[in-house]
């Protein structure tokens, strides 16, 4: 019999194995974090200029959740596709935007509203990092000054003190766990005893002033970690919010600055500069002709699509599409799903009854014109449990179910 060929061992990415995922804005009172949802999603959140307004005008009301939105993630791909169908329904990707209300300085010890906040920032699978880079007399600064780089390292120092602060009860709860146990023990035991190790290993990462992203983490370790939910492993995107002129000149004295400090601190985390004063004012332009106009005549083009993509690829999400005359529909996987998975995200039974993945790539259904020249070209595709569904793949899966779904 010819060797066994050795599996490529999918490296494990931290975060929930969900296709349900949500990012959330994060950054000081008064660095733009409304505006920029407001704009982002057309919603009424409020923009007060005082700290907390996003929860309501009662600063003393902690339980009072976040705002939330759905924005639709733009893609050529899905316009093209609804065109050549035509469908009667076009349903493309989501993503999911929660606007934090602001932290302060001392919040992972309960300052401001931070507790209360700070749990809503576990709850959330990414962090929109919002820093502020313009002076503006009228909008007051929680600190005082200007100073950007001092405020993304108030943010990141309460994010890790308040790993650390969780890090400490589970490396004493566990420790004491498996003292208990003693040399012995069974599996659970056993287990038990790995999870400290891998405990005890990110807490030190963590109290050595590292963020839990940027270490590197075996696939054992990765599967521990993300039971803890813990703040410094979600993924981040910076966002550097100028003033409108600085925007339309493209110039900004901070941006070289907070740039290296990324750099520095956060090594491989993307940074977008953007305007949300401006982009604030184009979103209330009704019509897409008016804001086309708009952008035409500043010179610019609107940074939000870019920021939405962003923050789409920092989940670690993509998505396959259906199409046909009936509907076009983007539907949201992770990374590194296999085929009977994303079946799973249409219908249940499409998982259980999987028998085969037909698929087309978008670039040969657009370079070839219709299904059936992509198939008279050899390049319609059968993929079986094993394939992993690769980004703007159109799928159609055939199942077949004939045994009632197993009680949990």
């Not at 093209?80 to 989501?94: F, R, S, T, V």
């Not at 983490?217 to 100028?242: D, Q």
């Given at each position: 019999m010819p060797p066994k060929k050795n599996a490529v061992e999918v490296k494990a990415m931290l975060g929930r194995p969900s296709n349900n995922l949500k990012i959330g804005v994060v950054g000081l009172p008064n660095v733009g974090k409304s505006t920029f949802f407001n704009a982002i999603t057309n919603a009424s959140a409020a923009a007060e200029n005082y700290p907390f307004c996003t929860i309501g005008k009662c600063a003393t009301c902690p339980q009072v959740d976040p705002e939330e939105s759905r924005v639709a993630v733009p893609d050529a791909r899905f316009d093209?596709?609804?065109?050549?169908?035509?469908?009667?329904?076009?349903?493309?990707?989501?993503?999911?935007?929660?606007?934090?209300?602001?932290?302060?300085?001392?919040?992972?010890?309960?300052?401001?509203?931070?507790?209360?906040?700070?749990?809503?920032?576990?709850?959330?699978?990414?962090?929109?990092?919002?820093?502020?880079?313009?002076?503006?007399?009228?909008?007051?600064?929680?600190?005082?000054?200007?100073?950007?780089?001092?405020?993304?390292?108030?943010?990141?120092?309460?994010l890790r003190l308040k790993d650390e602060e969780f890090l400490t009860r589970q490396v004493s709860e566990l420790g004491a766990a498996v003292k208990r146990v003693g040399?012995?023990?069974?599996?659970?035991?056993?287990?038990?005893?790995?999870?400290?190790?891998?405990?005890?290993?990110?807490?030190?990462?963590?109290?050595?002033?590292?963020?839990?992203?940027?270490?590197?983490?075996?696939?054992?370790?990765?599967?521990?970690?993300?039971?803890?939910?813990?703040?410094?492993?979600?993924?981040?995107?910076?966002?550097?919010?100028?003033s409108e002129k600085d925007y339309l000149r493209k110039k900004n004295k901070w941006l070289p600055k907070i740039k290296a400090w990324i750099d520095e601190n956060s090594n491989g985390d993307l940074m977008i500069p953007y305007s949300a004063a401006f982009e604030y004012r184009i979103s209330l332009l009704e019509t897409a002709e008016e804001k086309a106009d708009a952008l035409k005549e500043a010179g610019v083009a609107s940074v939000l699509p870019k920021i939405i993509v962003a923050g789409y690829n920092a989940l670690q999400l993509i998505y396959y599409f259906t199409g046909g005359p009936d509907e076009v529909r983007a539907w949201t996987v992770r990374r590194n799903t296999k085929a009977p998975q994303a079946a799973g995200v249409i219908h249940t039974d499409f998982e259980r009854g999987f028998i085969m993945c037909e698929v087309m790539k978008y670039e040969d259904l657009k370079e070839l014109g219709t299904d059936n020249a992509v198939k008279a070209n050899g390049k319609y595709m059968q993929k079986g449990k094993e394939y992993i569904v690769e980004d703007g793949d159109i799928c159609y899966f055939k199942f077949n179910v004939t045994a009632p779904a197993k009680k949990k």
């Open positions: 093209w596709l609804c065109k050549h169908y035509k469908p009667a329904k076009e349903i493309p990707a989501y993503l999911t935007v929660i606007d934090i209300a602001g932290l302060v300085k001392g919040a992972a010890s309960g300052a401001g509203l931070g507790n209360a906040f700070l749990s809503h920032i576990r709850a959330v699978d990414a962090i929109f990092h919002m820093v502020r880079a313009f002076d503006e007399p009228d909008v007051i600064h929680v600190e005082g000054e200007l100073d950007p780089l001092r405020d993304m390292e108030i943010i990141r120092e309460e040399h012995g023990g069974n599996a659970a035991d056993k287990a038990r005893k790995e999870e400290l190790a891998v405990v005890e290993k990110v807490f030190e990462h963590v109290k050595s002033g590292k963020d839990v992203r940027h270490g590197t983490w075996s696939n054992k370790e990765v599967e521990i970690i993300n039971g803890f939910h813990l703040i410094t492993a979600k993924p981040v995107v910076f966002l550097a919010n100028v």
